[in-house]
């Protein structure tokens, strides 16, 4: 089944302690993106890759990290979680984005930092 | 001016009602656009795609106005299972050609 899968869907932590939230796609897809959702702000991007190796600044970046080592995988990287990355994260992947292809997103990680 | 800004709603209309949101843009370049679907805490899927000036899809129809600089989306017939968020986004062409724009969201509810 072709799917974008996120872990951990649900995630409680505390201040400074580093995590990780996987992506993976297994449609062989070129573009993949991390957007966070808070109530009354939508949908913003956080990070995004056009290919292996290739990642670049979406809007809101400040506090995260990625890496596209692998046309699958683009996990997301918070080095020193703090309370106001509490949120919805989705991940979301397209074939490519010239021209724009459906993006297909993974279920969310609903994250908690105390 | 925002990027891309929507009527937040709610709209709250009766099953059979036409219902139209509107989504405006301030990119100017901007070639392609975008309506999708996200229910209460699940993720957006894609509903419908706008080129040029419009697509039909049933009982959806987008429609483009670029000389405005809008894209709308037109529900008829309206059906309780359309209750939900719908996300217009543009893709910003240019410098940073990866960058999307969601807009915050119009919701919908149809009430049998």
């Known amino acids: 089944e072709a799917q974008v899968t996120q872990n951990p869907r649900y995630l409680i932590t505390v201040t400074g302690k580093k995590l990780t939230v996987t992506c993976s796609q297994n449609?062989?897809?070129?573009?993949m993106s991390w957007y966070r959702q808070d109530p009354g702000l939508g949908l913003r991007q956080i990070y995004y890759?056009?290919?292996?190796?290739?990642?670049d600044k979406g809007d809101v970046p400040e506090g995260y990290k990625v890496s596209r080592k692998e046309k699958r995988n683009f996990p997301l990287i918070l080095e020193s979680p703090s309370p106001n990355q509490t949120s919805l994260y989705f991940c979301?992947?397209?074939?490519?984005?010239?021209?724009?292809?459906?993006?297909?997103f993974g279920p969310g990680t609903r994250l908690t930092v105390l | 001016r925002k990027e891309v800004e929507q009527d937040p709603g709610p709209f709250n209309v009766p099953e059979g009602a036409t219902v139209a949101f509107n989504c405006t843009y301030s990119?100017?370049?901007?070639?392609?656009f975008f309506w999708y679907r996200q229910d209460c805490r699940k993720e957006p899927k894609l509903l419908m795609s706008?080129?040029?000036s419009g697509n039909e899809d049933g009982r959806f129809t987008a429609q483009l106005n670029k000389a405005s600089q809008y894209v709308s989306l037109l529900i008829r017939d309206s059906q309780p299972s359309d209750s939900a968020t719908y996300l217009c986004?543009?893709?910003?062409?240019?410098?940073?050609?990866?960058?999307?724009?969601f807009g915050k969201g119009t919701k919908l509810s149809v009430k049998p």
């Open positions: 979301a992947s397209s074939l490519s984005l010239l021209p724009y292809n459906e993006q297909f």
């Open positions: 449609m062989n897809h070129e573009y």
């Open positions: 890759s056009m290919n292996v190796e290739v990642t």
């Open positions: 990119n100017s370049a901007s070639q392609s």
């Open positions: 706008v080129y040029s």
């Open positions: 986004v543009v893709p910003l062409y240019g410098g940073s050609q990866g960058n999307l724009i």
